[in-house]
């Protein structure tokens, strides 16, 4: 006897279920694909791969399956499509100066590489958004400029050696450096903490080292580097490639120190860590406003599960 009325209430459920199913697919967010107006400029084969593995979170040239526009997955695509779109467009990217559009690629494959993009939520129904390895390989020629000249200008070489001379040796503790838009200060005694690491960037011919403050280097020599302590202090610094009659690469000229700061509570918003850069000789600060860490939280997003940190310390990786 009590398992009839048991039934009827699991049917009442199913039939609410199911109206409340039709109901929502008439609460549709407006989703429009705007006007191209600036797309990429890139070869066929280039363009091939971000088409079919970019496109539909990054252009204004979205393609909804079928099973995209049935509620609840039509919520969470279009969000994603308007978060995608607002943290890179090739429909509007080539508004951007070249040098920065190709930042912004490297960037791209860098989390294409780490697997983080495509989201694997969406490859999962979406199987031909996935990246190949040979899709990686054209992203990563098309993103390798020509090598060097072998033979640099001597005057660009006395003048990039001078200037790395003064960098070595001037005191910048004395320097009235403005701090970066998010309110953190320029760490002027960086250049004397331990090297961590150093690493390259093959899109745009620089040179980085990267140093760690006295928490960092305690960690390292701890084995406790995930998550990193609080307090702990980056600098990269960042100089061009310059290559000798030799072939020996060597620093150039001066082009940026980068900060990352461990403060889980004041910097919860961006994974635990306060991001900061200054440009130049004259170290300038990098951003119009706080929101430049949107950039940095980006691109460091892939590495989450490092706690946010690309570097592996110099004999000191887990």
């Keep these: 006897m009590e398992s009839r009325p ?6 009442y459920l199913v039939l609410l279920a199911f109206v409340g199913f039709l109901a929502i697919q008439f609460v ?25 593995s970019c496109y539909d979170c990054h252009s204004n040239q979205t393609q ?5 526009r049935i509620q609840p997955a039509y919520w969470l695509v279009t969000k994603d499509v308007e978060e995608g779109r607002a943290h890179l467009n090739f429909s509007e990217i080539a508004k ?19 697997g983080a993009m495509p989201l694997p939520r969406y490859t999962m129904l979406h199987p031909r958004a996935r990246i190949s390895d040979e899709d990686l390989a054209i992203l990563k020629n098309y993103l390798h400029p020509p090598a060097p000249d072998p033979s640099p200008d001597p005057a660009i070489k006395a003048a990039a050696d001078s200037q790395y001379d003064q960098w070595i040796h001037a005191s910048q503790a004395s ?7 998010n309110g953190i200060a320029y760490f002027p005694g960086y250049r004397d903490w331990k090297v961590v690491s150093t690493t ?3 899109d745009n011919h620089t040179l980085r080292i990267i140093f760690g403050n006295d928490v960092a280097a305690r960690a390292i020599s701890e084995h406790k580097i995930n998550p990193w ?56 600060p990098y951003g119009k406003d706080a929101a430049f860490t949107n950039e940095c939280v ?13 570097t592996f310390p110099i004999g000191g990786q887990e």
């Design 6 to 11: 048991t039934a009827r209430i699991l049917t």
């Design 28 to 52: 549709r967010p407006a989703f429009t694909n705007p006007p191209v107006t600036a797309e990429l400029q890139a070869p066929p084969e280039v363009k091939r791969v971000l088409r079919n």
């Design 64 to 68: 909804l399956l079928w099973f995209d």
């Design 96 to 114: 951007l100066p070249a040098a920065q559009q190709k930042g912004i690629l490297y960037e791209a494959l860098n989390q294409a590489q780490l």
């Design 175 to 181: 320097l009235s450096v403005a701090p970066a838009p």
């Design 200 to 202: 390259d960037r093959f």
């Design 229 to 284: 302590p609080q307090g702990t202090v980056f600098a990269k610094a960042a100089w061009t490639q310059q290559v000798d009659p030799d072939g020996n690469t060597r620093a150039g000229s001066f082009i940026q120190v980068e900060f990352m700061v461990k403060d889980s509570q004041k910097y919860a918003s961006t994974g635990g860590w306060g991001y900061a850069r200054w440009r130049g000789v004259d170290l300038k």
């Design 298 to 310: 980006g691109c460091h997003n892939p590495v989450r599960r490092n706690d946010y940190v690309y």
